[in-house]
Every structure is written in structure tokens, then in C-alpha cells.
């Protein structure tokens, strides 16, 4: 069974940086392109971020180019997102999530870590 647990959300405010974590198991991490995906309230999902099982593609919705990263450490089977110069339109539940792109916003998510970015 897959399992993912986020943390690291909070509040803060705009300008300010994040660290988001994710620890994944029930599936071979390492083999697995992951993804960070969100959702505002009354909005859709939306996909942010997504890095291959090596680590060595990553890729970026144009929202979040240049203000995210996202990083991977295969041997803790553990997913980041390093979020900083937050905009008040980043404040959602934030998830991570096994994929790329679509398939990502369909599998299967943990409970969340929320971001609100508030002055």
C-alpha cells in the first residue's frame, strides 16, 4: 500500500521561504517519478512540480519556475520542495505523489501539509 506523509507547511508571509518534506513507503521509491501537486481551496488540483525516479529531470509549473525546487534523496525514500519568495496565490494543501504531469494529479496523495502565505 502506498504511503505518504508531508510536513513542513505553516504560515508565512510573502516573501518568505518553505521547506516541504514527504516520506514515502509501500512502493520502490527510487524507481518512481515523483511529484508535489496542490490544492486551493475551491480550486482545482494543481500539479507544481515533478522530478524523475533519479533525480536528475526536473520539472516546474511556469506559477512556480524560478521560485521552487524540488530534490529527492532516493536513500531515505524522501521527497522535497524548497518553496521560496511566496506569493499569497501559493497558500493551498500541498501533496506529494507518485508521476509526472497528469497521472500525478490522479494517483494516490498522503494528508497534506498546508502553506499559507499571509501578511
Known amino acids: 500500500e502506498v504511503q505518504l506523509v508531508e510536513s513542513g507547511g505553516g504560515l508565512v508571509q510573502p516573501g518568505g521561504s518553505l521547506r516541504l518534506s514527504c516520506v514515502a513507503s509501500?512502493?520502490?521509491?527510487?524507481?518512481?517519478?515523483m511529484s508535489w501537486v496542490r490544492q486551493a481551496p475551491g480550486k482545482e488540483i494543481e500539479w507544481v512540480s515533478g522530478?524523475?525516479?533519479?533525480?536528475?529531470?526536473?520539472f516546474y509549473a511556469d506559477s512556480v519556475k524560478g521560485r521552487f525546487t524540488i530534490s529527492r534523496d532516493n536513500a531515505k525514500n524522501t521527497l522535497h520542495l524548497q518553496l521560496n519568495s511566496l506569493k499569497t496565490e501559493d497558500t493551498a494543501m500541498y501533496y506529494c505523489?507518485?508521476?509526472?504531469?497528469?497521472?500525478?494529479?490522479?494517483?494516490?496523495r498522503g494528508q497534506g501539509t498546508q502553506v499559507t502565505v499571509s501578511s
Open positions: 522530478i524523475n525516479s533519479g533525480g536528475g529531470g526536473v
Open positions: 505523489a507518485q508521476y509526472i504531469g497528469y497521472h500525478a494529479l490522479r494517483a494516490a
Open positions: 509501500g512502493f520502490t521509491f527510487s524507481r518512481s517519478d
